[in-house]
């Protein structure tokens, strides 16, 4: 089977052959505190910090999933206001996670499809502290633009910014310098099994949960930012982490920058306009977002009506598995993830399958 | 290799063939929401039921670690008043993490190696809503006997009783009727891979985190027992979870189950006996906890003094890896973990090397 689902997707070519050799090297079996996983760790730090060029003033954290990530990072950044850019499902999961942690959430929020159209009129109230962005909405497969956040952040630069990259990184070439936070999961770019997920953090924002803190608000106790902090200069987290994704991240992120990891962009970005033009020019099936500048790069939905099913089972009869529409788009939409596991050659005979 | 360490530890011997069948199978290719893995789920969750002989009103929850358990319990089922029974780094640990959660936490605190005497007689403040155990301190290898847990319940009923079972189950038969909820993360007992934890929580703690949420408490938002719950249902989790720790769980609790869980309790006390034995009549190394009843069968503390780091180098030596002593015991203790795992032609082959 060839797996071109949002995630989890494909597992990148290279991580069967990592965990066999986890296995056999009891990488599994070492204490998450001694030197061997110490190494891991800082490795896969370094390896994190290279491919998305972080500042040296940004931290790497580890949780578990994405929505821990969105947790964390409304307990820990925010005492009161928090504003959301909403245009789909998990957008609308980062607004309702504040509105969960009893903050006083604001949101813009358009149709699904769209995205936000002349930004920097938008107004944010004066109070709010953490502005929110999804980068790629992967429900719908619309993208905002970085250029449009950095307005925002040029606009508002006292607050937070905090951006989901979890279904487009490494694709984003990102200037870190005007965002404060980012984080991601390894089941989608990364070609993963799921269960690890990467955070961003920098020092702006540690000290935000810090000033939260000694000010007796309540910033969680399990994955805080000072606790996260305290034990990853140490090259460790708090808890008995997940040590083989940590393990075949560290391997896979490697692999990836053997390659090269302009050379994966630049795939990207290819295999992304044959998908679109093959769909611009079909008869019957057209990409959902219409304004190329919403376009997604790595989660593709496509409008596929009434034949939505058939497609599914065509394609699965011939071993290749894409993503339904999401919630209300279920039945009628497929979505294609274009991550850097997805070869030309695999595109290719999707599309000649539709 | 051969870890006796106190988790993450030796691998089940099934294990290394059951990741192979899922990388063969794209079972770390599957979406968690769909059929395939929510019939992962739901055999995983049949099988701890059986295991643990579950009654009727408790449900099965998927965490990523035993520290998310416990913020997780704090937040949604204590108001204000919490109470801990301290006897080692883990039990404080639940501790610390109620006061960072702003609750009023209170504890009895015992010194490391003991227990609890005359437990029926420690008085608990009428207003606490929560009390919470550690059947097994894994930093200093001290049991507290269920009955003694029991005889807590009696005397409060109306109070939460939480139980961390971290590093013993499956070995405890637990009446659940007599508990509220209860955790352990997989890489210890049951020898998986690291990155997942469960939590069985019954309707009481379940209703009360309903009861805080609706009375404006703040019970967290990912992760928080109604989310849990609501996808539970459908045999989902409310994230992208560790798939594969879902599906190594299932298959090693069902070869648990045909080898036979009585029989491998009876292993363990067996095993434990054994080494116990051996360290009464060593003439320089002497079992930590004195008391038997106090004395953990899983994880068993042996003071080792000025020769520790020989020992264990020695045992490296003969590919025999087991824990140092936790914290401040580091240089002057080993600890061996006597988990499903560990056959007993092992436990002898470590005891002769001693």
């Known amino acids: ?137 992967t429900s719908t497969g619309v993208e905002t633009k970085f250029r449009d956040i950095y307005k925002i952040k040029k606009i508002y630069p006292d607050k937070l910014i905090a951006v989901d990259i979890v279904s487009s990184a490494p694709n984003p070439i990102i200037d870190f310098s005007k965002i404060d936070l980012a984080f991601f999961s390894v089941q989608k770019g990364f070609g993963l099994p799921s269960g690890l997920s990467i955070l961003f953090a920098n020092q702006k924002a540690i000290d935000e949960s810090i000033y939260l803190q000694k000010n007796g608000i309540n910033i969680g106790s399990h994955h805080n930012f000072p606790s996260l902090l305290q034990k990853s200069i140490k090259f460790q987290t708090p808890e008995t982490p997940n040590v083989l994704n940590f393990y075949l991240l560290q391997k896979v992120t490697e692999d990836m920058m053997k390659k090269g990891i302009d050379r994966i962009r630049k795939e990207t970005e290819q295999k992304s306009k044959i998908i679109y033009n093959y769909f611009y020019k079909h008869k019957q099936f057209k990409p959902f977002v219409i304004n190329k500048d919403w376009q997604s790069k790595t989660t593709i939905a496509i409008n596929t009506g009434n034949e939505t099913k058939k497609i599914i089972k065509r394609l699965r009869k011939n071993k290749i598995i894409v993503s339904n529409g999401y919630g209300q788009f279920r039945n009628m939409q497929i979505r294609i993830a274009n991550f850097p596991v997805h070869t030309l050659i695999g595109v290719k005979k999707l599309l000649n399958l539709i």
Chains 1, 2 share one sequence.
Do not use: W
């Open 1 to 137: 089977m060839m797996y071109f689902t949002c995630g989890p997707t494909q597992l990148y070519p290279t991580v069967n052959d990592h965990i066999k050799y986890a296995l056999t090297n009891d990488i599994l079996s070492i204490s998450h505190r001694d030197m061997q996983f110490m190494q891991i760790y800082e490795r896969l730090e370094n390896n994190l910090k290279q491919i998305f060029k972080l500042p040296s003033d940004f931290h790497v954290f580890f949780l578990s999933s994405s929505l821990e990530a969105m947790e964390k990072i409304i307990q820990n950044c925010v005492n009161k206001y928090s504003f959301h850019f909403v245009n789909g499902d998990f957008s609308k999961k980062f607004y309702t996670t504040a509105l969960e942690l009893q903050k006083i959430a604001k949101k813009i929020e358009v149709a699904p499809g769209h995205g936000f159209k002349n930004i920097a009129k938008i107004k944010i109230p004066r109070k709010v502290e953490l502005i929110c962005f999804t980068h790629n909405e």
